[in-house]
C-alpha cells in the first residue's frame, strides 16, 4: 500500500512555471506506475502524465505535453512535476496517483493524494 501526499500548488501569472512533488510513502513505491491528474471546478478529473516504474517512459496529456515534465526519484520515493508555460486553463486541483500498471484513465490507479491547488491568473 503507498501513501501519498502532494505540495507545491499555489498560484502564478500565466506564463509562469511551477513544481508539485509528490511524496510517497511504502517500502513498495518504486514497483508503481505515477500519474497526475487534475480537476477543475465542476469538471471530470483528467489524466495530465505518467511515469514507468524505472522512470524510463513518459506520457503526456496533448494539452500539456511540451510544457510539463513529469519525472521520479525512487530513492526519495518522489514523483514531481514540473510546470511551464502555465495558462488559466490549467487551473485546478492536481493529484498525484500510484497503480500497478499506469495508464491514462483514473481507474487504472488504485491510489491517490488529497490533491493541490494550482490557480493560474491571467
Known amino acids: 500500500q503507498v501513501q501519498l501526499v502532494e505540495s507545491g500548488g499555489g498560484l502564478v501569472q500565466a506564463g509562469g512555471s511551477l513544481r508539485l512533488s509528490c511524496a510517497a510513502s511504502g517500502r513498495t513505491f518504486s514497483r508503481y506506475g505515477m500519474a497526475w491528474f487534475r480537476q477543475a471546478p465542476g469538471q471530470e478529473r483528467e489524466f495530465v502524465a505518467t511515469?514507468?516504474?524505472?522512470?524510463?517512459?513518459?506520457y503526456y496529456a496533448d494539452s500539456v505535453k511540451g510544457r510539463f515534465t513529469i519525472s521520479r526519484d525512487n530513492a526519495k520515493n518522489t514523483v514531481d512535476l514540473q510546470m511551464n508555460s502555465l495558462k488559466p486553463e490549467d487551473t485546478a486541483v492536481y493529484y498525484c496517483?500510484?497503480?500497478?500498471?499506469?495508464?491514462?484513465?483514473?481507474?487504472?490507479?488504485?491510489?491517490w493524494g488529497q490533491g493541490t491547488q494550482l490557480t493560474v491568473s491571467s
Open positions: 511515469v514507468t516504474w524505472s522512470g524510463s517512459s513518459t
Open positions: 496517483a500510484a497503480g500497478n500498471s499506469g495508464g491514462i484513465r483514473a481507474r487504472d490507479y488504485a491510489y
